[in-house]
């Protein structure tokens, strides 16, 4: 069973930056496709970022290229997502979640994810 266990969140005023990491138990991690999720209060959950089992792919929303960055340490059995020139609009819970690389799907939807972690607040204040 795979645990995920985000941390890094917090609260940073408007052109900061934050590292979130998720820390993967009880898998062998680089059989996993990893993703970042957010959902802000009333709204949907939604892509932010998604990287593949070896690193070698990744997959960014819109509305984070070029400010996010997502990466993978497989030996650490850890994914990481940099987020550089936060915005007011960034706030959000974000969520790490895992797929096995055995399926193919599409990175982008949340319904291609079968574990989650708990979530980690980020507040940037303006």
């Known amino acids: 069973q795979v645990q995920l266990v985000g941390s890094g969140g917090g609260l940073v005023q408007t052109g900061g930056s934050l590292r979130l990491s998720c820390a993967a138990s009880g898998v062998t991690f680089s059989y996993y496709n990893m993703g970042w999720f957010r959902q802000a209060p009333g709204k949907e959950r939604d892509f932010v970022a998604g990287?593949?089992?070896?690193?070698?792919?990744?997959y960014y929303a819109d509305s984070v290229k070029g400010r996010f960055t997502i990466s993978r340490d497989n030996a650490k059995n850890t994914m990481y997502l940099q987020m550089n020139s936060l915005t007011p609009e960034d706030t959000a819970v974000y969520y790490c979640?895992?797929?096995?690389?055995?399926?193919?799907?599409?990175?982008?939807?949340?319904?291609?994810?079968?574990?989650w972690g708990q979530g980690t607040q980020v507040t940037v204040s303006s």
């Open positions: 990287i593949s089992w070896s690193g070698g792919s990744t």
């Open positions: 979640a895992a797929w096995n690389r055995v399926y193919s799907r599409n990175a982008y939807d949340r319904n291609a994810y079968d574990y």
